[in-house]
């Protein structure tokens, strides 16, 4: 019994300490980066009544809502290996969306054992067809490897 005792304090002794280092926990804020995208009209910032923005990822076309007095989004890329991915906008529901076709490219990276590998997008830019409301796509920063910079501004 008491080496019973004895292998059990052991092994509750044992699982308090880790064997891994601190680099296995990814607390950077690693991994894929969604693309910022900043609203203007008449070559300033300005901030939308509202906004909805469709992203198509390729197996399905995800819907980020219905957005109010919001002066930018946030909106995620495809995975795969597309060099492109569709953005579809609208500002009111009686109109037809406009379609914003955003190009890149796109680099891995590895970062270490906890975060895995980190999708780098370089060379974006868009193509806007058909628009609505939406006048005009204006090129920011064109490459993603954080999101605290604008890559696109939609103009108004």
Request: aromatic letters at 12%.
């Amino acid at each position: 019994m008491k080496y019973l005792r004895f292998i059990l304090f052991i092994f509750a002794l044992s699982s308090l300490f880790s064997c891994g280092g601190d680099d296995d926990i990814c607390d950077s804020g690693e991994g894929t980066p969604r693309i910022k995208i900043m609203f203007k009209k008449q070559d300033k910032i300005t901030v939308l009544d509202s906004i909805r923005v469709y992203a198509d990822l390729g197996t399905n076309t995800i819907d980020l809502g219905w957005k109010t007095a919001v002066d930018s989004v946030f909106v995620p890329l495809r995975v795969d290996d597309s060099p492109f991915t569709d953005l579809y906008v609208k500002t009111t529901t009686q109109e037809d969306s406009t379609r914003v076709r955003v190009n890149y490219t796109t680099k891995s990276i590895y970062v270490s054992p906890g975060c895995g590998v980190k999708r780098n997008y370089e060379n974006v830019n868009s193509v806007l067809s058909a628009p609505n409301s939406l006048k005009s796509v204006e090129q920011g920063q064109n490459f993603i490897e954080n999101e605290n910079k604008t890559n696109l501004f939609f103009n108004f």
